[in-house]
């Protein structure tokens, strides 16, 4: 294969690893409303990334009203150009994959963590740990990505920080370690302390207007909030020095514990501080578990893996991009590159480069990098690439939807163009497809509603295909997996009506109630049933 492949200069490996050692490829997880969008702006400012804050901030406003969003989302242009946003700050290049704020989105949301080496949890002051936020955390647990707290909306009434920490480590089972302590509270808020550095920041200065004190001892702090704030930052500081654990770097990287730190997005206020956090502790890219071998950022053959599709912005052409995540080596324009799956090449003539600054200058990418490769359907979601090698990477996962439906046809004659369609948009993993033993009508399942007003709309948009839903007896989904073949083999005898097959062949089993499920796992206690599958 290596003759397909550009020569790589002497040095490469070094070359390599350096570039990929500058890089922090992470993504914010949040509730709704607590704050993602406008951290992500003031973080894209703070990189020099000033003309796609505009950008998130129509995103941020669309996705509020169902038809906007729609709307936003045909128009590709800013979905893609948002999708991943890249901007560099004292020598490292950040790499920020969005995910969609929505909850019914949740699914591609999950697929676009397991591209990312760390992440920011953003709660909202006043509300502490959100339902998202949990499910959220649950998600990068399965893969012990190391996260980073930030408490925004500090200005306003916000609840006890103790309260929160506490909360923190009692429903996630995380342990927080503040960096950074708030003075003063609501419109009394006055800044950081910053209980590692020892320095106070106060709530109008920039990012460098950080005031070194001796100590909280020091009588300059009463001076610079008053004494009744300086009084209650001491005793506070004592206790949370006492009570909350240390922060510690390898715990973090680990995925056991989380710093917290305190701010305000809307007010522009410890931005500064999260990013040297960012740039500090979270890690970049580094060894990723691979089938036969773990693949290491530094090498110099280039391997990669899709985790999400978006269809392009002509419809017409049926374009795709997909997102790749580099895992290791080099990529530069005209690499053709394998398929594992199926053993075809790739050619990535035209890579998309995301950086925020200037589209155009980038001519390579790096592990950690995330570029959009166009196809026309031959990259699914969960594929890798390399230079040649017989290599796949573990994890990209799909969920069990919780919504499931037949589709109906309104014209039988588009019976054909209609099972295209679902092919193609279950491929970039609009919705997940199923088509039942027993030959009824195939089944889409979904996380949210929303994601089949966008089906119904891109089947007749892009398809020409009216099609309607009709609801099913069913209500959730196992993916079903034995080493007793004939056990599974006897398990869709008997559940013809009750079982299918994804879109990958793989058996599934729909159950109406919790109950049923149970049941059946009892019946059959040599299968296993799987609310959660990594592809290949
Ligand atoms: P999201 O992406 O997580 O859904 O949240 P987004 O940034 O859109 O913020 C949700 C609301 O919270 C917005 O107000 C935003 O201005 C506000 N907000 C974000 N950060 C802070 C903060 O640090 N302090 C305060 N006080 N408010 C904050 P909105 O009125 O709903 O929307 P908008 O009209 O401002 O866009």
Redesign the pocket.
């Known amino acids: 294969m290596d003759a397909l492949t550009p020569a790589v200069a002497d040095g490469a490996r070094e070359q390599v690893a350096a570039e990929a050692a500058r890089r922090r490829t992470f993504a914010i997880i949040?509730?709704?409303?607590?704050?993602?969008?406008?951290?992500?702006e003031k973080l894209l400012l703070r990189g020099g990334a000033i003309q796609l804050a505009g950008a998130v901030?129509a995103k941020?406003?669309a996705r509020r009203t169902r038809s906007d969003w729609m709307k936003i989302e045909q128009d590709r242009g800013i979905s893609v150009a948002t999708s991943v946003m890249t901007f560099e700050r004292d020598g490292l290049v950040f790499n920020l994959l969005d995910t969609p704020?929505h909850e019914d989105f949740s699914e591609d949301t999950y697929r676009t963590l397991t591209a990312v080496d760390a992440a920011v949890m953003?709660l909202d002051a006043a509300k502490g740990i959100e339902s998202q936020t949990r499910k959220l955390f649950e998600v990068c647990r399965l893969r012990d990505i190391p996260i980073i707290t930030f408490v925004?909306?500090?200005?306003?009434e916000a609840r006890d920080p103790f309260e929160l920490i506490d909360e923190i480590e009692t429903t996630l089972a995380l342990d927080a370690a503040p960096v950074a302590w708030p003075v003063g509270r609501a419109s009394e808020f006055a800044g950081t302390w910053d209980l590692l550095e020892k320095h106070f920041l106060p709530v109008d200065a920039d990012d460098s207007g950080a005031i070194q004190l001796a100590g909280l001892d020091d009588p300059k702090l009463d001076a610079l909030v008053g004494a009744a704030r300086a009084a209650a930052l001491r005793e506070e500081a004592a206790l949370a020095e006492a009570a909350c654990p240390e922060f510690d770097l390898e715990a973090f990287r680990q995925g056991t514990l989380t710093p917290v730190f305190f701010?305000?997005?809307?007010?522009d206020f410890g931005i500064g501080h999260l990013l040297d956090g960012l740039a500090r502790y979270a890690p970049p890219p580094g060894a990723r578990a691979g089938d036969p071998r773990e693949v290491l950022p530094a090498e110099e053959k280039l391997t990669g893996f899709v985790f999400k599709i978006q269809a392009n912005m002509d419809p017409n052409h049926r374009d795709r991009v997909a997102f790749v995540r580099l895992c290791s080596g080099r990529l530069v324009k005209g690499m053709r590159l394998k398929q594992v799956r199926t053993g075809k090449q790739v050619p990535v003539n035209a890579p998309l480069f995301f950086f925020a600054k200037d589209r155009q200058v980038a001519e390579e990418a790096w592990p950690g990098d995330v570029v959009g490769v166009a196809n026309h359907g031959t990259l699914r979601i969960g594929d890798t690439l390399t230079e040649g090698e017989q290599l796949n990477f573990r994890g990209v996962p799909s969920f069990a939807p919780e919504i499931l439906r037949h589709v109906r046809l309104e014209d039988p004659m588009l019976a054909k163009k209609l099972k295209t369609a679902l092919d193609q948009l279950a491929e970039e993993g609009v919705v997940q497809l199923f088509r039942p033993l027993d030959g009824s009508l195939p089944v889409v399942g979904v996380v949210g509603q929303l994601q089949l007003d966008v089906l119904q709309s891109r089947l007749k948009v892009e398809y020409g295909v009216p099609a309607g839903f009709q609801d099913t007896i069913w209500s959730m989904m196992r993916w079903v997996t034995s080493d007793d073949r004939t056990a599974l083999d006897r398990f869709a005898q008997t559940n013809r009506r009750d079982a299918g097959e994804d879109h990958d062949g793989a058996l599934v089993a729909f159950f109406g109630s919790d109950w049923r499920r149970k049941r059946a796992e009892e019946e059959w206690p040599m299968l296993r049933f799987h609310a959660v599958r990594e592809q290949h």
């Open positions: 949040a509730h709704p409303d607590a704050g993602k969008t406008t951290l992500t901030r941020g406003n704020g953003v925004n909306k500090m200005d306003r701010g305000s997005a809307l007010r």
